[in-house]
């Protein structure tokens, strides 16, 4: 894929944008009001408006983008499939997924990236092991019209979990162990997601459905205020609230489910090794509340660099634009 694709990632509470090159350029810019909610589009031309604006403002240039599906609009699991040609996994991908889609099969998109092949005795190739995913026509119609309004021309959309992917086979191709256990943890603004890598094969996914967005609304309540206003507070620490007892009975709520959801791999996976986990997300920069995760997971936060490009390694808002890149790869 080009490098000149500017990677677009769509939050509840902030939107992000990269384009590689010889130097990688990021920004992160906070959503106003009304704008998303539960990753739904609230104001499409309002929304097109601020991303023409962002791309002005970041000195993106040309409309080539790829973007990040938001989940409500996909489906994603692994498959293992015979070995059969490409055309005939397409036309069986519909089949897969029939029981997330049920009769609305035709209203999706389908595609797939191999993971690895399952060989017998001889070499011979008995089964494929796949990543697959399906999205919604009427979705990406939505955003190439948000998208063209905005400046852009929609070239690529992938789940989240692709994206991952790509960032962990480039980190592989230039050198990472092929065995290694990638543990990557989204700290977002309404939720927190884990993922467990083994190597290029993805092993766990785990939703928490709390993030910032609960943060936020504890400090509304500390200091009667409006949740949007609570998240400056939070952005800049105001009177030390992060460190105040409201705030860490939420820390503590988020870390013990992803504490949990990794327990629960290295329980049924006694065989995986791993010391440390890579921390990004909307909220990666909200140190408290990832400290507060590190402790109860008791792994060290990794170097992103392990798995950025080298374009962009150093910058201070990779974490957050970590779903951006990897959507361009």
Request: glycine share 6%; net charge negative; aromatic share 10%.
């Amino acid at each position: 894929m080009a490098k000149n694709y500017i990677g677009i990632e769509i939050g509840n509470g902030i939107a992000t944008m990269y384009q590689g090159g010889n130097k990688g350029r990021i920004l992160v810019s906070r959503l106003p009001e009304n704008l998303v909610d539960g990753g739904e589009i609230i104001a499409p031309e309002f929304l097109s408006k601020f991303l023409k604006k962002m791309k002005k403002e970041g000195r993106f240039s040309g409309k080539a983008c790829a973007l990040i599906l938001p989940e409500y609009s996909t489906y994603f699991r692994s498959l293992e499939m015979p070995p059969i040609s490409e055309k005939q996994l397409r036309l069986n991908l519909p089949y897969e997924f029939r029981d997330f889609v049920g009769n609305e099969s035709i209203n999706y998109n389908y595609d797939y990236a191999v993971e690895g092949y399952a060989t017998d005795e001889d070499g011979k190739v008995k089964a494929i092991s796949l990543l697959a995913a399906a999205a919604s026509k009427t979705t990406i119609k939505e955003y190439e019209a948000l998208l063209y309004r905005a400046g852009f021309k929609l070239k690529v959309a992938l789940p989240r979990e692709m994206a991952l992917l790509n960032l962990v086979r480039k980190a592989i191709e230039r050198g990472a162990r092929s065995d290694r256990t990638f543990i990557i943890i989204d700290v977002g603004f309404a939720s927190t997601r884990v993922y467990i890598f083994q190597g290029e094969d993805l092993k766990a996914t785990k939703t928490i459905e709390m993030g910032c967005r609960d943060v936020d609304s504890v400090i509304a309540d500390y200091y009667n205020i409006d949740i949007y206003l609570a998240a400056s507070y939070r952005e800049t620490d105001h009177d030390g609230i992060l460190e105040s007892d409201v705030c860490r009975a939420v820390y503590n709520r988020i870390s013990l489910e992803v504490m949990k959801a990794i327990n629960f791999y290295k329980y049924e996976n006694q065989q995986s090794e791993f010391e440390d986990c890579f921390i990004c997300g909307d909220c990666s920069d909200t140190e408290a509340l990832v400290d507060n995760m590190l402790t109860y997971v008791r792994l060290n936060r990794a170097n992103l660099d392990v798995i950025l490009p080298e374009e962009c390694r150093g910058l201070s808002d990779a974490p957050r634009a970590l779903m951006a890149i990897g959507v361009t790869l």
